[in-house]
């Protein structure tokens, strides 16, 4: 079953705007990871902040964690129409099996 | 380097038939996992092996198994396929047991008429 899901279902912006998604989850957790797929391909980890971390960047790229919540948001900013792709949020249990579980993912269109 | 590599690309095949889908991490990892993406979801966790011992199962029936060889590629296998085991299949390897960054090959795109 998924973890979680993610918000909105679809984004469609124009390209130079910025894009956030959301992401909730249900469990304690050891880290938040976020994947983009292109066109159901393979996946491509972009970013992980861990359980105490509330902030990471990477580029355009700027995740934010809120374990009370048990929420994470991803911004893109300065989208280009690369970016067009859907986004997953992924978890890795704080205990139990060694897996990702995956968020139902957003699909973000830039608009050039 | 390369990159994580599955075969076949693409499978197509008739209900109650038998797949195996194969999987080469990246040299120097010794971790995978496989994932099931159903069309308009996200993946689903099947299975995880690292040093050639199973170490995760997600909530597949019997019919799904795996195994790792001592080169660390892997095979997934499917027994009496029913149509809903249509799905895109993803690998993903990473260097240790703990789930930090996977690097996912490019998926196996299997369809059971």
């Known amino acids: 079953s998924q973890q979680g899901e993610e918000d909105p279902q679809a984004l469609s912006i124009q390209e130079g705007e910025n894009a956030t998604m959301n992401c909730s989850y249900k469990t304690s957790i050891n880290n938040l990871q976020w994947y983009r797929q292109n066109s159901g391909r393979g996946l491509v980890h972009l970013i992980l902040?861990?359980?105490?971390?509330r902030e990471k960047h990477s580029g355009r790229l700027r995740v934010t964690l809120d374990t009370s919540k048990k929420s994470s948001s991803l911004l893109i900013t300065a989208s280009r129409a690369a970016d067009t792709a859907s986004y997953f949020c992924a978890t890795a249990p704080l205990l139990g099996n060694e897996k990702l579980t995956f968020g139902t993912g957003t699909r973000l269109t830039i608009i050039p | 380097d390369a990159g994580v590599t599955q075969s076949p690309t693409h499978l197509i095949k008739t209900r109650g038939q038998h797949v195996t889908l194969r999987c080469s991490p990246i040299?120097?990892?010794?971790?995978v996992s496989w994932y099931q993406q159903v069309l308009g979801q996200g993946p689903q966790f099947i299975f995880q092996?690292?040093?050639?011992?199973?170490?995760g199962r997600g909530n597949f029936p019997d019919r799904f198994s795996a195994r790792q060889f001592p080169n660390y590629s892997s095979e997934l296998n499917v027994n009496a396929l029913l149509l809903g085991d249509s799905a895109l299949y993803l690998c993903?390897?990473?260097?240790?047991?703990?789930?930090?960054?996977?690097?996912f090959g490019p998926g196996t795109r299997l369809t059971v008429l």
């Open positions: 902040i861990r359980s105490n971390e």
């Open positions: 040299s120097g990892h010794k971790s």
């Open positions: 993903a390897s990473s260097w240790g047991q703990r789930i930090d960054t996977q690097y």
């Open positions: 092996y690292y040093e050639k011992e199973e170490r």
